[in-house]
């Protein structure tokens, strides 16, 4: 059974930093493409950030290009986001997601197998 587990989320003020974790246990994480996507208060759901199974390829959403940075450890079956320069409208529900597939990069999100319960950031001014 595919498990997908987020943490690391938390209340931090504008301008800090943070970093999100996601475990998967159940695959084989290195054939999966890797994503984080994120859902505001009443906004539609949107694609972060997202790294290939080998990790050297990585797409980034402009909203946040420059201030986060996707990674993963593939030894340790997780998934990293780290967060800098963070702005009360980066508060949202972060969720990551697994592809089958470990070739190519996307935030279509229906190109996503497995999902997380989601980890919540919340930026204060």
């Known amino acids: 059974q595919v498990q997908v587990v987020e943490s690391g989320g938390g209340l931090v003020q504008a301008g800090g930093s943070l970093r999100l974790s996601c475990t998967a246990s159940?695959?084989?994480?290195?054939?999966?493409?890797m994503g984080w996507f994120r859902q505001a208060p009443g906004k539609e759901r949107e694609g972060v950030s997202c790294?290939?199974?080998?990790?050297?390829?990585?797409r980034t959403a402009g909203s946040v290009k420059g201030r986060f940075t996707i990674s993963r450890d593939n030894a340790k079956n997780t998934l990293y986001l780290q967060m800098h320069s963070l702005k009360p409208d980066d508060t949202a529900m972060y969720y990551c997601?697994?592809?089958?597939?470990?070739?190519?990069?996307?935030?279509?999100?229906?190109?996503?197998?497995?999902w997380g319960q989601g980890t919540q950031v919340t930026v204060s001014s």
């Open positions: 790294i290939t199974g080998s990790g050297t390829s990585t």
């Open positions: 997601a697994a592809a089958r597939g470990a070739n190519y990069l996307t935030l279509a999100q229906q190109t996503y197998n497995y």
């Open positions: 159940g695959l084989t994480f290195g054939d999966y493409t």
